[in-house]
């Protein structure tokens, strides 16, 4: 037993186990073996196509899982052929909303995927569950939002039509979202085939698709190993390949499609140089590069494999490196302590050590940590080679292992003769202090990605993918949606989708039948407030507006908002300008969230819609829901630019919200026409002070209920009704105020841009009414509103 004071001593880790229980009980249920998943239901076992999968970390069988044999394949093609023609011709929406709910019920089962992952391919719990299963959630999410902007972001573009997807086992269910969430958005189905060694989180995800609602033959998931690869490749019905593994497998299935017109995207292996110059903050760089080849054993096709650090701070950094390999844990993946796992199998523990053998046959260097590393199981402890020749083999071939190579440079120009050395180019890593050296090195690398001063990071929103031998094609980020589709015969149609607002999912009758109950007893009386700093508050004047119905009825009333009002919602939007600084994505994720509490409330904001106005109450709630997927959409899509002025350098057009804009709503389309405003301008990363309709104001009083509920912070939204052209004036003459938007009608905008000269804000004042229900109720132009344009040049160079 090890003692307190030892343990402060030594800083020795206990162990931190997570529960593998639930994980096997899963697995338990399929009663360890597994079909395969094609037109939304397992095929039933068969005995004798089964292949075990194993635990790396214990060399002990996990589950079985089937062979998939060319009818396999053919069967999971025809199914996904079945379901193309209804899954390509929904709305975005749809398919938006079917992402969205991906992403949910990866979040709801996080843990479970994380453990499956770690117990099928060795890496440990704390990556599984920080790093690939969020990354996971991201990638649907941010893709729900390609769906929702598909017709307007791509005019006269299709989806690509069934697409055989090949994936490797380095990140299993990472390597799923990369391909598959793109496919769905764009409006294809799906084959996908999981990397022999690692299928079972891409079993689980079809369980769960499929729990989640995603109709049957859209996404069908066929195991095997490469010859089950190869008839996905060569099956005649398939549209497009999108392949990540070896450069040696990618050129086979290059000369397998030649010829055929099937698209093909490959995302390939590489050799990935990791510079450090002298300036370089050393201790950063010792992490990073613990987070570049370390980092899932060493498992990362752009895993910083080479390191090049300049000649003066070669032996500081090696000894740095040495110290800190020494405290690196490595062990059970399950143990929440552990930085390294296992390898993914023996096959390929094997290959490493024959790597690293010829690397020291060559006259390298190798050093290895003094700690010992576990006998059992694929272990393989962190490596490092000095004294390496560039033209080497450790240093020119993919060792995909915890294996660095570290070599000298003297001169920049030297480093990136050195990082260009190699038939690869997918990712680089610079470290620098020098924001001027950094931008000279980052192009002239040749490769997809270059970190300066980071390494390893990845998003939905940003494209990934190599130049050269690491392959072609891009997956996230708009780029990555273009390999999922293709030129559509008839842009008509699409046009004609692209205003098709209301979604399929037709709920909501616009009618409320009173119950029984409801006729006999009078309604509970409710007291519509405004909403300012995220609570409810009386209006100063003490007084309140009737609010009429479509029938002269009085339906209910308004507080009637006064200067004093709009002042402590400024104040209160002020307060809440930390949303700014929020990512686009958290404000993706809250915009959804409303337009999930609206939904669940939309038949009673149809029934009081249609009392207000008259109107389709069901069919606004519906459009006000799918203007709410826009915007969460394009929270983290609308992207600055980078130009190119003419100086050695660059300009970058970023884009920045513009503050505390006060909004003026319309009298036409009450709920719609306020979202319609109010939601770009949230999602930009605004704060809002919002009047809505004089006339229909009701819809907005519930509406803060919404917000209520979906996580949106006080003080980004305020409402206060009341007399909208006076209240807006105000807004326009208030010195906090930074815009004002008025879509009021000509009187109103006339004496809003009047008043708005005091401090000079920004002002959209419309004259005319629009149609908030079409495509001119949303889109860019609301965007670039929403928005400045700040840019920051940055020359550079030598
Ligand atoms: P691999 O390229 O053979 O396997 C990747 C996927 O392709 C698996 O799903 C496999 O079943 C499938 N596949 C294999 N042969 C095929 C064929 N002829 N047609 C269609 N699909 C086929 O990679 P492997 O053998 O697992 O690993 C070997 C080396 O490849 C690694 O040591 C590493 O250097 C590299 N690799 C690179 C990856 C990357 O992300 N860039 C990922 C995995 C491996």
């Not at 009173?514 to 409710?526: G, H, N, Q, T, Y």
């Amino acid at each position: 037993m090890t003692s307190v004071a030892e343990i402060f001593e030594t800083m020795e880790y206990g162990p931190a186990p997570e529960s593998d229980k639930p994980a096997r009980e899963w697995l338990a249920a399929h009663d360890g073996a597994f079909g395969q998943f094609i037109g939304g239901r397992w095929t039933a076992v068969a005995q004798d196509a089964l292949f075990d999968v194993q635990e790396p970390a214990t060399g002990k069988p996990l589950a079985r899982v089937t062979q998939g044999s060319a009818a396999d394949v053919d069967a999971a093609v025809k199914a996904a052929r079945a379901a193309l023609p209804a899954w390509r011709d929904l709305p975005g929406h749809a398919r938006a909303r079917h992402l969205y709910a991906l992403a949910r019920a990866i979040q709801k089962h996080a843990r479970l995927f994380a453990v499956v992952e770690s117990l099928d391919n060795g890496k440990p719990i704390r990556e599984t569950r920080d790093l690939d299963i969020p990354l996971v959630a991201r990638h649907f999410y941010h893709h729900a939002g390609w769906a929702q902007l598909l017709e307007s972001e791509f005019p006269g573009y299709e989806g690509a039509g069934v697409v055989g997807q090949i994936i490797p086992w380095n990140f299993p269910l990472l390597m799923l979202a990369w391909k598959v969430a793109p496919a769905l958005a764009a409006g294809c189905t799906i084959v996908i085939k999981p990397a022999e060694f690692t299928p079972l989180t891409a079993l689980l995800f079809a369980e769960i698709a499929q729990e989640a609602g995603l109709p049957a033959g859209v996404l069908n998931v066929v195991t095997g190993d490469g010859s089950t690869g190869a008839a996905i490749v060569d099956h005649p019905d398939v549209d497009k390949i999108a392949f990540t593994g070896s450069t040696e497998v990618g050129r086979v299935i290059r000369r397998a499609t030649a010829g055929s017109g099937k698209k093909l995207s490959l995302e390939l292996g590489g050799k990935s140089p990791f510079i450090v110059f002298e300036d370089a903050d050393l201790d950063s760089v010792v992490e990073g590069v613990v987070d570049a080849i370390w980092f899932n054993q060493g498992q990362v096709c752009c895993a910083g494999s080479r390191l090049l650090v300049q000649e003066g701070i070669h032996d500081a950094l090696i000894a740095k490196l040495k110290r800190r390999m020494e405290t690196l844990r490595l062990g059970r993946p399950l143990d929440k302590a552990v930085d390294m796992g296992a390898i993914v199998a023996p096959v390929q523990l094997e290959r490493i050590r024959t790597l690293v053998e010829a690397g020291r046959d060559e006259g390298a260097s190798m050093w290895q940590p003094s700690w010992a590393c576990p006998t059992e199981g694929c272990f393989y402890p962190p490596t490092l080679f000095t004294d390496v020749a560039p033209s080497s083999s450790v240093a020119q071939v993919e060792i995909f292992g915890p294996v660095l190579v570290a070599m000298t440079f003297r001169t920049p120009s030297e480093a990136v003769a050195i990082a260009n050395n190699t038939p690869y180019g997918l990712a680089a890593s610079v470290w620098t202090e020098n924001i001027n050296l950094a931008l000279d090195i980052a192009p002239k690398i040749k490769s997809g990605v270059v970190w300066i001063n980071a390494t390893n990071l990845f998003d939905a929103s940003a494209g990934f993918g190599g130049y050269r031998e690491s392959g072609f094609g891009r997956e996230g980020g708009k780029e990555g949606m273009y390999e999922y589709l293709k030129k559509a015969k008839t842009p008509s149609t699409l046009d004609a989708r692209r205003s098709t607002l209301a979604s399929s999912n037709g709920k909501g009758s616009g009618e409320r039948r009173a119950s029984s109950v409801e006729e006999i007893l009078p309604a509970i009386d409710r007291t519509p407030k405004l909403y300012v700093g995220g609570k409810q508050a009386r209006p100063d004047s003490g007084y309140s507006r009737r609010v009429l119905g479509a029938d002269g009825q009085v339906l209910g009333v308004v507080g009637d908002g006064n200067r004093k009002d709009l002042r402590n919602a400024v104040e209160a939007a002020h307060k809440a300008s930390g949303w700014a600084r929020t990512t686009g994505h958290a404000r993706a994720q809250i915009l959804y969230y409303v337009a999930e509490n609206l939904a669940a409330r939309g038949d009673e904001f149809a029934a009081r819609l249609s009392a207000m106005t008259g109107g389709d109450g069901a069919a606004e709630v519906q459009a006000a829901v799918a203007r709410l997927f826009t915007y969460a959409a394009w929270a983290d899509k609308f992207d600055g630019a980078v130009h190119d002025v003419p100086i050695r350098g660059v300009a970058l057009a970023m884009h920045e919200p513009i503050g505390v804009v006060g909004v003026a709503a319309p009298d036409e389309s009450p709920l719609l026409g306020l979202v319609s405003l109010v939601a770009p301008l949230v999602a930009m990363g605004n704060t809002v002070v919002a009047v809505p309709s004089e006339r229909h104001p009701l819809a907005a009083t519930d509406f803060y209920s919404v917000l209520d509920t979906s996580d949106v912070p006080g003080g980004v939204i305020n409402i206060v009704t009341g007399a909208r052209d006076a209240l807006a004036t105000v807004l326009a003459e208030h010195d906090d105020v930074d815009a004002v938007w008025y879509f009021g009608g000509a009187e109103g905008a006339a004496a809003v841009e009047r008043a708005s000269a005091s401090n000079m804000k920004r002002t959209w004042a419309e004259w005319e009414p629009r149609d908030w229900t079409g495509a001119d109720g949303e889109g860019r132009e609301f965007l670039r509103a929403a928005t400045q344009v700040k840019n920051v040049w940055v020359p550079y160079g030598e």
